[in-house]
């Protein structure tokens, strides 16, 4: 029909959008911005590669460590029978729940394994009476201890060495990160101050 408007017609084409990791230019940006942007970059890239590596390395290391350790307390450490010398104190909530997990220091009397009798301290349930025997782990020399390191510690352990390699180096690269930029900070400060020494004057000399 005559006298119809065409309908518009969309643009044959998109705007071509800049790569995204293309930066669109600006005049206020200085060299040093660039510089900063490059090396936070190259930092994040070496904190992703050696990160992984360090945790590995630590990890092994100390995987060996408490390994040895284990087997050595193996070695040295054995469980046996100790007679309480006296009377282990009660506790103030009897029948609790807080009860049954409270130990209490008591001098209890061991044989060692060559027949020496001797006296050490162990941790004992509540209320024990003196001439009661308890399951102990002694050292060869009859000093109460811990049981040895077992197969779920040593991994836990390890596993806790290996994370802490790992953030070690997160938290070197940034502060490396968080360095570079206090120095490039500066170094724009003293530029700033040169740049308004030479251009102050010509905003504050009358015409």
Do not use: C, F
Not at 4 to 17: C, D, K, L, M, Y
Not at 140 to 169: I, N, Q, Y
Not at 185 to 194: G, I, K, P, S
Not at 196 to 201: C, G, I, L, M
Request: aromatic share 4%.
């Amino acid at each position: 029909m005559a006298g119809e408007t065409t309908p518009a017609q969309p643009p044959p084409g998109a705007p071509s959008r800049p790569l995204p990791w293309r930066r669109r230019r600006n005049p206020l940006r200085r060299r040093t911005d660039r510089l900063q942007t490059w090396i936070g970059l190259g930092v994040l890239v070496a904190v992703l590669a050696v990160a992984p590596v360090t945790a590995v390395v630590v990890g092994d290391v100390a995987r060996g460590h408490y390994e040895d350790l284990a087997r050595h307390q193996t070695q040295t450490r054995y469980e046996t029978d100790a007679t309480l010398t006296r009377d282990a104190p009660r506790h103030p909530e009897p029948g609790s729940d807080e009860e049954k997990h409270t130990r209490y220091p008591v001098e209890v009397r061991v044989v060692t394994r060559e027949g020496r009798t001797r006296t050490t301290r162990a941790e004992v349930r509540p209320g024990l009476s003196a001439d009661n025997t308890v399951r102990i782990w002694i050292t060869e020399d009859g000093e109460a201890t811990e049981p040895p390191l077992t197969s779920k510690e040593v991994r836990s352990r390890t596993t806790g060495w290996a994370l802490l390699a790992a953030m070690g180096v997160a938290l070197t690269g940034a502060a490396a990160h968080a360095l570079t930029a206090l120095v490039l900070r500066r170094r724009n400060l003293a530029d700033w101050d040169t740049a308004w020494a030479e251009t102050a004057p010509r905003w504050t000399t009358p015409t």
